[in-house]
């Protein structure tokens, strides 16, 4: 199982960004899949999550501007990113759970925000 994460990049304070991780290989079902980030000198963290029904959960610095969302019939996660911050610049980077109890990371996306 492969995640390929696209659609980071530079963009100004305000500025939006969606991110896409597809998710590759022999997959009948992923459970949770998430979005983490670490920028440099910090630890990675939680972004936002959803599982396979459809919940969600936030962290609290990007709830009301990150929408992560998934298509269980492409293997894709997805996370809008609206009103970014300059503190929202790192590596995101995407998560996936399956059955097996396995977990996978993609190989991570930066996102800039910078004027």
């Known amino acids: 199982v492969q995640l390929q994460a696209s659609g980071g990049g530079l963009v100004q304070p305000g500025g939006s960004l969606r991110l896409s991780c597809a998710a590759s290989g022999i997959i009948f079902r992923i459970n949770n899949m998430a979005w983490y980030r670490q920028a440099p000198g910090k630890q990675r963290e939680l972004v936002a999550s959803i599982t396979s029904g459809g919940a969600t959960n936030y962290a609290d610095s990007v709830k009301g501007r990150f929408t992560i969302s998934r298509d269980n019939t492409k293997n894709t996660l997805y996370l809008q990113m609206n009103s970014l911050k300059p503190e929202d610049s790192a590596v995101y980077y995407c998560?996936?759970?399956?059955?097996?109890?396995?977990?996978?990371w993609g190989q991570g996306t930066q996102v800039t925000v910078s004027s």
């Open positions: 998560w996936a759970h399956l059955p097996s109890g396995v977990a996978y």
